[in-house]
């Protein structure tokens, strides 16, 4: 696999993980999703997940497994997120190893390529869920309103190096239509 497969998600959406929608979900196939934490569930300055979070998730959990994978190492801060949301998680998973995501595939029983993995990152969340052979799903990330402004360097580096490479980082329309 060239490193432009490597770094190009299945599904980009051109906004927070909010606006994955079951139908989304149930369009791709998708039966259980890995989701990262940081930036794609809550902003990495929250310790605990929002109402809109919150409802999304029991909304999703009817459709689709459920299981967070975070690289952040803070069992009190990503326990806390994972408990508020009744979730399974693994802290610490070094993405774009594959070990703790594997763990999770696991527990959740589901072929790979039924599983979605969703992130905000290119070089860890899309690269290990590659790796992996799983459908890859990218967010923007959500970050605190006070940091709106804010950028994101590490991401932006990310997006250019990955079209360099040949990866087209452009979202999608995610309208599914019914017919």
């Given at each position: 696999?060239?490193?432009?497969?490597?770094?190009?998600?299945?599904?980009?959406?051109?906004?927070?993980?909010?606006?994955?929608?079951?139908?989304?979900?149930?369009?791709?196939?998708?039966?259980?999703?890995?989701?990262?934490?940081?930036?794609?569930?809550?902003?990495?300055?929250?310790?605990?997940?929002?109402?809109?979070?919150?409802?999304?998730?029991?909304?999703?959990?009817?459709?689709?497994?459920?299981?967070?994978?975070?690289?952040?190492?803070?069992?009190?801060?990503?326990?806390?997120?994972?408990?508020?949301?009744?979730?399974?998680?693994?802290?610490?998973?070094?993405?774009?190893?594959?070990?703790?995501?594997?763990?999770?595939?696991?527990?959740?029983?589901?072929?790979?390529?039924?599983?979605?993995?969703?992130?905000?990152?290119?070089?860890?969340?899309?690269?290990?869920?590659?790796?992996?052979?799983?459908?890859?799903?990218?967010?923007?990330?959500?970050?605190?309103?006070?940091?709106v402004l804010r950028s994101h360097p590490i991401r932006n580096f990310e997006v250019w190096f990955s079209e360099?490479?040949?990866a087209s980082i452009i979202a999608q329309d995610t309208k599914i239509?019914?017919?």
């Amino acid at each position: 696999m060239t490193w432009n497969k490597f770094l190009q998600p299945d599904l980009i959406l051109g906004s927070s993980i909010l606006n994955l929608t079951p139908e989304i979900i149930q369009h791709y196939g998708l039966k259980g999703l890995v989701l990262d934490v940081d930036e794609t569930l809550v902003p990495i300055t929250v310790g605990e997940a929002s109402p809109e979070l919150k409802s999304w998730v029991e909304q999703v959990r009817t459709y689709t497994a459920l299981w967070l994978v975070s690289n952040n190492l803070s069992e009190v801060r990503i326990g806390s997120i994972a408990r508020s949301l009744n979730l399974p998680y693994y802290l610490g998973a070094a993405k774009p190893s594959r070990r703790k995501i594997r763990s999770a595939l696991q527990a959740m029983d589901l072929p790979v390529h039924q599983v979605g993995m969703v992130g905000d990152r290119l070089f860890t969340d899309v690269l290990a869920g590659n790796r992996l052979g799983m459908f890859t799903i990218l967010v923007e990330p959500i970050v605190h309103p006070d940091a709106v402004l804010r950028s994101h360097p590490i991401r932006n580096f990310e997006v250019w190096f990955s079209e360099i490479l040949g990866a087209s980082i452009i979202a999608q329309d995610t309208k599914i239509h019914k017919d």
